[in-house]
């Protein structure tokens, strides 16, 4: 370091007291925790132009918040809320972007024959776990066959038409991934190099946390201070579903947010499910998947995904973990 001149130093203090020194390009980590989508969302970069900082965590901001005015169930202006109130009489047109997540579900819903199915929400919409609410037998036994993916139908040019009339659809299973998804490729396109977006249970890593992983806490499925695992990774997403985000108990059955499409009523068999992977849609839409499926067609499903991993947590507080990561 060179030493300064007795008489400059206190100029030099001075200067750096006096706020000039922000003007200057500095790198520094940027974060900024946010609610979206109903949940906590946070992000976390690093720049080497400070001066990006803010700008960047607005566009990330209005990116979640524009995915919830075309996806929330909530608004009656989205384009989700449109369909399930005319595409039951007529073909509704879309947007090209909301048409193509419609088509990553139903992909899905092909996948795992039906486990995951965004027409959950034909007996889904019925629940409600903040008011303890949940369908009658008889509500349940009418609703149920309107449950069913292939009553969607994608056609051309981005129309889409339900074939029963009550089929309603909700893409709470796989829009907060997408969502992280697309502010992860919006920070990549602005340079950035290393980043932390994360909604709810879905995480997004961009590169490493500066020569170190990122490290990723998977919640105790009971004991919500504490955490079963933390894994480090780069460059990857990661997302958990679980029993005990949104559920009530009723006669001891735990009512939760997650519907097995054949019954309507809440799977058992797990607590957790976390999947890996390098895409953040995906592995949202497949830790719904993989709990309605339980553990052992879980299993089964994840094995055959190149690049997909998964960890189970059973109701009997056991860890299960695909062969990827056994290894
Ligand atoms: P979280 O919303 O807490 O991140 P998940 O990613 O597991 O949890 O998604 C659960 C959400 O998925 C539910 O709140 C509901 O909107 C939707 N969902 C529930 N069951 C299904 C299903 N069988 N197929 C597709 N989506 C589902
Ligand atoms: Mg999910």
């Known amino acids: 370091m060179r030493v300064i001149p007795t008489h400059l130093r ?29 949940t906590q969302a946070y992000v976390e970069f690093w720049t080497d132009d400070n001066s990006q900082g803010p700008l960047l965590i607005s566009a990330v901001q209005n990116e979640f918040e524009r995915i919830n005015q ?51 929400a034909s007996v889904g919409f019925s629940y409600d776990y903040r008011q303890h609410v949940k369908p009658s037998i008889e509500d349940l036994a009418a609703q149920r066959s309107l449950i069913n993916y292939q009553h969607i139908q994608l056609l051309a040019n981005n129309q889409v038409r339900f074939a029963k009339a009550g089929v309603k659809i909700d893409l709470g299973g796989i829009a907060k991934g997408y969502a992280v998804e697309r502010s992860i490729a919006l920070l990549a396109q602005a340079g950035i190099q290393h980043a932390l977006v994360t909604a709810g249970g879905d995480t997004r890593l961009l590169g490493d946390k500066r020569g170190r992983p990122w490290l990723v806490a998977i919640k105790h499925p009971r004991k919500s201070d504490d955490i079963v ?28 947010h997650i519907l ?27 830790s719904t998947t993989l709990f309605v499926l339980g553990l052992e067609r879980g299993m089964a499903l994840i094995e055959q995904q190149a690049d997909y991993e998964a960890i189970f947590i059973s109701s009997e507080h056991q860890l299960y973990f695909s062969s990827g990561l056994a290894r």
């Open 229 to 256: 695992a933390q894994l480090p990774l780069i460059n990857s997403a990661i997302s958990t579903s679980g029993d005990y985000e949104r559920f009530f108990i009723e006669d001891g059955v735990r009512y939760h």
């Open 70 to 120: 075309l996806m929330s169930p909530y608004l009656e202006s989205s384009e989700l809320s449109l369909l399930n109130r005319d595409a039951s009489q007529q073909a509704v047109t879309i947007s090209e972007e909301f048409y193509q997540l419609l088509q990553q579900a139903e992909q899905l819903a092909e996948l795992s024959a039906g486990a995951f199915d965004i027409s959950f």
């Open 10 to 38: 206190a100029l030099f203090y001075l200067w750096l007291l006096s706020g000039l020194w922000p003007t200057f390009a500095e790198a520094e980590w940027q974060r900024q925790p946010f609610q979206t989508m109903g």
């Open 260 to 286: 097995d499409p054949k019954s309507g009523t809440s799977p058992s068999g797990l607590m957790s499910v976390t999947v890996l992977g390098p895409d953040t849609t995906r592995t949202d839409a497949l």
